[in-house]
């Protein structure tokens, strides 16, 4: 998916080609002029990375930052200017800015400062104790992470609702959310997020729990910088290797549907072949090598079964999950004689089919 880009800057007409540039290098850029719209496009929608021009008029690009940095704190923000005060630009560096760049821009330089911006991994620390939380995100920092930390569980979950981190520290023993409530969490909105457990206290059986909830590992307090190091660099190397594309066909007549699990499939870096007929997904597999096929059972031109079928011809080892809202004791039967990988009942959840497709696709390798 690409990366999301929100500019601000009064001068709109000027900083166009801005916009082509970036667009030329796969980004996903949006233009405004003003700082009310960037904080409205920033609640709505989650972005990568946001410029913002120091000096305009109304709402200021310094106070749109730290407005914006309220409710969207994963987001990298590069601040931009023609000839701010110094005391301005500290000002913005003090509040987490990334970089301050003066215009004119030369374009090369400002791209290789946009890929470390967008590409840095982000972390999410969640400790009630105020010293554990801020020496790990300030030791994070100075190995140029994109770090935020908060106190408790539900600010954590209020983070989580307006971007996805890499990573995530979270305390096992804290009030109100304790740190396995807040894993349940992150893994249904994010499951592909790499979580680590912290305690203070050495014990296996919260080891045991913590992956068995879907979490990295736990590391014991007090943590060795070393071993964090570690542990980030072997989450980033898994999700490197995962973030290999898979193409799927999606057989699903259902266009509103069908649009929404290709949205879900193309954020989670699957490359999605979407059809609304049998035929059409046939033809799609005898053009193309597809690792997955999605299917409904009950189709405008042919049941999904005899799709399985065909397709099965021309690839008999692509993994296949029937997603229909016809629950019967024959249709299962059909499905197992197929070795279908798994059979799942509209409404289906983004957990499940995200986790039933990464899980077919990791056993069938």
């Known amino acids: 998916m690409k990366k999301r880009i929100l500019i601000a800057d009064d001068e709109i007409d000027s900083i ?17 002029d003003n700082g009310e719209s960037a904080i409205k496009l920033a609640k709505e929608t989650f972005f990568d990375l946001i410029m913002i021009d120091i000096n305009m008029p109304g709402i200021n690009g310094l106070e749109t930052f730290i407005e ?5 704190p994963l987001s990298s923000v590069i601040m931009i200017t023609a000839g701010a005060p110094e005391n301005i630009i500290k000002k913005a560096i003090d509040e987490g800015s990334f970089a301050v760049v003066h215009k004119p821009f030369k374009i090369e330089k400002l791209v290789n400062l946009i890929d470390n911006a967008v590409n840095r991994t982000t972390i999410l ?22 770090c ?16 996805k981190p890499d990573v995530v520290f979270v305390d096992v023993k804290m009030p109100g959310l304790d740190g396995f409530e807040v894993l349940d969490r992150i893994k249904k909105v994010h499951p592909d997020s790499g979580v680590i457990m912290m305690s203070a206290y050495s014990s296996y ?7 068995k909830m879907g979490a990295f590992t736990c590391l014991n307090k007090p943590l060795k910088i070393d071993n964090v190091i570690e542990t980030i660099e072997r989450i980033r190397s898994q999700t490197q290797q995962e973030k290999k594309y898979y193409n799927v066909i999606l057989v699903e007549d259902d266009e509103d549907y069908r ?7 193309e954020q989670n870096n699957y490359k999605v072949i979407p059809v609304s007929k049998g035929s059409d997904a046939i ?19 042919m049941n999904g079964i005899d799709v399985i079928k065909k397709i099965r011809e021309v690839s008999p080892n692509i993994l296949v999950i029937i ?15 197929e070795q279908v990988h798994d059979f799942l009942i509209k409404p289906v959840s983004s957990q499940i089919l995200l986790r039933s497709l990464k899980k077919g696709l990791r056993n069938r390798q």
């Open 323 to 337: 997603i229909t809202a016809y629950e019967s004791l024959e249709a299962a039967i059909a499905a197992i004689k």
């Open 16 to 32: 166009k080609f801005l916009q082509d540039q970036l667009e030329d290098y796969g980004y996903n850029v949006i233009l405004v």
């Open 125 to 146: 620390v969640v400790d009630d104790l105020f010293t554990d939380r801020e020496v790990l995100k300030d030791l994070l920092e100075q190995r140029n992470f994109k």
């Open 148 to 163: 935020v930390s908060v106190e408790d569980g539900e600010n954590a979950i209020e983070v989580l609702k307006h971007g």
């Open 259 to 265: 649009n929404s699990v290709v949205d879900l499939l």
């Open 205 to 211: 059986e919260y080891l045991e729990k913590s992956l």
């Open 68 to 72: 914006i940095k309220k409710f969207s």
């Open 283 to 301: 033809e799609a597999s005898k053009k193309q090598y597809c690792d997955a096929l999605l299917v409904d059972l009950k189709l405008p031109d």
